[in-house]
């Protein structure tokens, strides 16, 4: 069974950085992608990154400051995100799929972690 396991959540002040983590149990999928949600609002697309790392596709609310990336030996994919504000408080879920081409709408994605908290203080 497909097992997506999200780490690296916590609490941050606005300006510090966290690193998400995934681990993929037992594959490696062509697509990978982060999504977020806050409460009372819809998820979002955050980041997605395609099976060679070279294509990468992110949500304008973290161009620049968020950076997806992956480690196919270790089923893996991450998001490094600097200079994180309030408003990036959500939990924060991977995703993944077997298609080729990156997708920004979460019900193009057939695999789920759990999800993880991220808090940003003000």
């Known amino acids: 069974q497909v097992q997506l396991v999200e780490s690296g959540g916590g609490l941050v002040q606005a300006g510090g950085s966290l690193r998400l983590s995934c681990a993929a149990s037992?594959?490696?999928?062509?697509?990978m992608g982060w999504f977020r949600q806050a409460p009372g609002k819809e998820r979002e697309f955050v980041a997605a990154?395609?099976?060679?790392?070279?294509?990468?596709r992110y949500a304008d609310s973290v161009k620049g400051r968020f950076t997806i990336s992956r480690d196919n030996a270790k089923n893996a994919v991450y998001l490094q995100m600097s200079s994180l504000k309030p408003q990036d408080t959500a939990v924060y879920y991977c995703?993944?799929?077997?298609?080729?081409?990156?997708?920004?709408?979460?019900?193009?994605?057939?695999?789920w972690g759990q999800g993880t908290q991220v808090t940003v203080s003000s």
């Open positions: 990154i395609d099976w060679s790392g070279g294509s990468t």
């Open positions: 995703a993944a799929d077997d298609t080729f081409v990156i997708k920004t709408s979460a019900p193009l994605y057939n695999y």
């Open positions: 037992g594959r490696t999928f062509r697509k």
